[in-house]
């Protein structure tokens, strides 16, 4: 068992328990395109799933757990972008001399179902040098999912965890968490007592490693992952990059079929060939979202126009929301993803993975639904 951060909300700031002190961030709103419109944690395992989880995922198949919406998606202003619009943001962090700066980045979207989020030079490269060499020093080892003794679904990759807390923790780790979660989980989750975040998860996958298609599962509310060295590959075949709802690879689709049939699966072991069913005959960078680091030569401007596309760089991240935002509290199968081979002129790739979970979704829908005045069924 691992310690992580507990999230409270004092005043309108986060403060996070084991830092002690608030984390304040600025954000400004701004477009990519001319076109697009202006608007002004408790102790857990990396690898278990908790019994109260499970016993929600046992209940969605049947009848959904009803909350009031906005809760498991982003907040208010990440909410209202459109694709092609980003937010100006900063946050505060300690050099190695102990001194208090700022670090600029962007937000932009990228997705909708899933909500997904580019953090732009979210990592300064110090950062990605000292997650590299840390998970290098703890021994990296063969890579499993969280379905036991599973390496035939991640190829070639090692993994090593780095904690934010405790004897081992590391001080980057334990800021990059308090950023996150006070940007990016709304105020129901922060103040939820079974909210949480997994140790920081460090993979490196050799050519040709790669993580067949997935969803990262209950009761991982938000994923983060970090491009450490700028080769990106990470592919939601049905995820919506436009702001025309009309343009969605999955609309022709049986929606109530295929969301039943998800939910259904989600009784199975993950990670399994059966999930891969759902994207046949979608093409990476012509369907759905992928994202694609520019550290290769095979960028072409037809990447750059496309919004299919995004294109990263060492340091950014990516941010996406597991859940439905609709207030049934299912899990977003729009949300499964793929981390395809790794091409040879890339010869490896290096990337972290940060989950921030809710173990007990039913305590935060009762509670919603009291705070609401909701008669609850």
Not at 23 to 52: G, M
Not at 90 to 114: A, C, H, L, N, W
Not at 139 to 155: F, G, M, N, P, V
Not at 304 to 330: M, P
Request: aromatic share 6%.
């Amino acid at each position: 068992m691992r310690n992580v951060a507990i999230f409270i909300l004092v005043n309108l700031e986060l403060v996070c328990s084991f830092c002690n002190n608030p984390i304040n961030h600025h954000l400004n709103l701004k477009n990519v395109h001319d076109d697009v419109p202006s608007f002004q944690f408790q102790l857990l395992s990396h690898a278990s799933s908790s019994p109260e989880a499970t016993a929600t995922a046992a209940r969605q198949s049947d009848v959904p757990i009803i909350m009031p919406p906005d809760i498991l998606g982003p907040p208010e202003p990440l909410r209202d972008l459109k694709i092609g619009q980003q937010l100006d943001a900063f946050r505060k962090v300690i050099d190695q001399d102990q001194i208090e700066k700022v670090s600029k980045f962007t937000i932009e979207r990228v997705s909708f179902g899933p909500d997904a989020f580019v953090l732009r030079k979210f990592l300064s490269q110090a950062d990605c040098t000292e997650i590299k060499d840390g998970a290098s020093r703890m021994d990296l080892k063969q890579a499993e999912t969280i379905t036991k003794d599973d390496i035939s679904s991640r190829k070639n990759c090692q993994v090593a965890w780095i904690p934010s807390s405790g004897v081992n923790k590391s001080t980057l780790v334990q800021s990059l968490v308090a950023s996150i979660a006070n940007l990016l989980l709304s105020r129901s989750v922060l103040s939820n007592q079974s909210a949480g975040v997994e140790d920081l998860q460090v993979l490196k996958y050799g050519v040709g490693g790669e993580f067949i298609l997935h969803h990262d599962g209950e009761p991982r509310v938000v994923t983060v992952i970090y491009y450490i060295n700028g080769v990106g590959g990470t592919w939601f075949p049905l995820a919506r990059t436009s702001n025309d709802e009309d343009d969605d690879p999955c609309l022709h689709m049986d929606m109530s079929k295929i969301d039943d049939g998800f939910n259904r699966s989600r009784n199975a072991p993950q990670n399994k060939e059966q999930a891969l069913d759902l994207g046949t005959g979608f093409e990476p960078g012509k369907n759905g979202l992928l994202v694609k680091g520019t550290k290769g030569d095979d960028v072409v401007q037809e990447d750059v126009d496309s919004s299919h596309v995004a294109l990263i760089e060492q340091g950014d991240a990516l941010v996406f929301y597991n859940y439905c935002d609709d207030g049934s509290a299912r899990l977003d199968w729009r949300a499964l993803h793929c981390g395809l081979p790794t091409p040879a002129e890339d010869e490896e790739k290096w990337i972290a993975n940060h989950w921030f979970r809710v173990n007990d979704l039913l305590d935060i829908s009762k509670k919603e639904v009291s705070d609401d005045g909701l008669e609850s069924h």
